[in-house]
Structure formats: structure tokens, C-alpha cells
């Protein structure tokens, strides 16, 4: 059983920065299209960005020019930066493969208030 483990959450203020990473045991992301989805209660899951084995990234419109994903395979995570803060990112955020391939982990919490 793949265990993700995601962290970083917190609270930010609109127009702030944060940084969530995933963490996986062994090797797992290599050679895999690696995600970022977010989701709040009553909402199903989206897709947030994505980065294929080889660096091509996808993002979502509403997040586009302010999130940036990236991975170390050497450390086997995946990070997701975010700028410019909205209070309509805040959600819990997961990584997983794209698509969907592992059991989800437990999240990380963002909220984004004043």
C-alpha cells in the first residue's frame, strides 16, 4: 500500500505565498505524471496541476501564472508553490499520480483568510 504524505499546509493571508510537499516511499513517482488536486466539503476533487515525467506542465485556469509545480525524483516529492493567494484556494491539497493511480493520503489543509 502506497502511502503519500502531504505537508506545508497553514494559514496565509490573500496575496501570500506558500509551499505544499509530497513525500512517497521508494521510487514511486519516476517515470509518472505527478499531480496536485484540492478539495473542500460538499466539492468533488480537481485537478490542480500536473507535471509529466519529462517536465511538462499543466494547470488549472483558476490557477494559472500563480502555482507552480515541480518534483525531485532524487527525494521522491513533489512541491506545489503557490503566490497570490486567494481565499477560494483554500481547500485540502493532494498529490497522487495523474491519473489517479494511489490510495489518497491524509491531505494537507490551506486556508486562505485575513
Known amino acids: 500500500q502506497v502511502q503519500l504524505v502531504e505537508s506545508g499546509g497553514g494559514l496565509v493571508q490573500p496575496g501570500g505565498s506558500l509551499r505544499v510537499s509530497c513525500a512517497a516511499p521508494?521510487?514511486?513517482?519516476?517515470?509518472?505524471?505527478v499531480a496536485w488536486y484540492r478539495q473542500n466539503p460538499g466539492y468533488e476533487r480537481e485537478l490542480v496541476a500536473r507535471?509529466?515525467?519529462?517536465?511538462?506542465?499543466v494547470y488549472a485556469d483558476s490557477v494559472k501564472g500563480r502555482f507552480t509545480i515541480s518534483r525531485d525524483n532524487a527525494k521522491n516529492t513533489v512541491y506545489l508553490q503557490m503566490k497570490s493567494l486567494k481565499p477560494e484556494d483554500s481547500a485540502v491539497y493532494y498529490c497522487n499520480a495523474f491519473p489517479v493511480r494511489w490510495a489518497w493520503g491524509q491531505g494537507t489543509q490551506v486556508n486562505v483568510s485575513s
Open positions: 507535471m509529466s515525467s519529462l517536465g511538462v506542465t
Open positions: 521508494g521510487n514511486i513517482f519516476s517515470g509518472k505524471t
